[in-house]
């Protein structure tokens, strides 16, 4: 019998077997503990659901719950990572589906998913924002005058952890697992905190950016 359950970190084990060992060559097994014990609290208390025959994984998606501070609101969201089943159970693929589209008070987004993935949830109500990924020139190919002189640049985390307000701290505390580098810009009472991963595409490396707070 296929049973639908909630991923919680008791499951991990089970879907690190099933199928996420063989799932990225470059991923280790913390590195996925990591996406699915996720640090920071949250009140739905699992990170997406799971199908298991007579015990075993035979389909997973994952979900990243969170709270984002956006014109002084708080606002919850939940992105969908890896939806993955297994060929002889792909007619109870939409299984997985179905709860997310039921909650109510979030934003639910989708970051590159796959054609056949886009097109499903396309057909149930998801809209595409944008298609393009905008690439921009190193910083001294452009630099800004608009910086004041007292401006300073800072990559030192604990440093940058003392300037950022409250909410920003958060985020930078929730994502220290994950490997990310943190930049900041200090102009006078004002800063710009970014979080952002180094990635190396085509022997061209860039930074993906995750977050700017202003």
């Known amino acids: 019998m296929v049973t639908l359950e909630k991923i919680q970190s ?23 503990r990591n996406v699915f014990d996720y640090p920071w609290d949250t009140e739905e208390g699992h990170c997406g659901f799971a199908l298991l025959d007579k015990g075993k994984v035979v389909g997973m ?53 796959c054609e056949t993935v886009s097109a499903i949830t396309k057909r149930r109500g998801f809209k595409e924002l944008n298609k393009q990924l905008r690439i921009l ?14 401006a300073a640049l800072a990559y030192d985390v604990q440093v940058i952890e003392e300037r950022l307000e409250e909410h920003d701290k958060k985020i930078l505390r929730d994502h220290q697992p994950y490997g990310c580098g943190h930049f900041l810009v200090n102009d ?27």
Request: proline share 4%.
């Open 137 to 150: 020139l190193p910083f001294g190919v452009f630099q800004s005058k608009r910086l004041s002189e007292e």
């Open 61 to 113: 998606l994952d979900m990243v719950f969170s709270d984002r501070f956006i014109d002084g609101t708080t606002k919850k969201f939940c992105n969908l990572l890896t939806w993955w089943v297994r060929e002889d159970h792909r007619g109870r693929s939409l299984a997985l589906l179905r709860p997310v589209l039921k909650l109510d008070g979030y934003t639910i987004t989708h970051f590159t998913p």
């Open 10 to 32: 008791s499951l991990f084990a089970n879907l690190f077997e099933s199928f996420l060992i063989d799932d990225d060559p470059l991923s280790e097994e913390q590195d996925w």
């Open 188 to 214: 006078g009472d004002d800063y710009c905190y970014l979080l952002y991963t180094r990635v190396e595409r085509h022997w061209m490396p860039y930074c993906h950016i995750h977050y700017i707070s202003n």
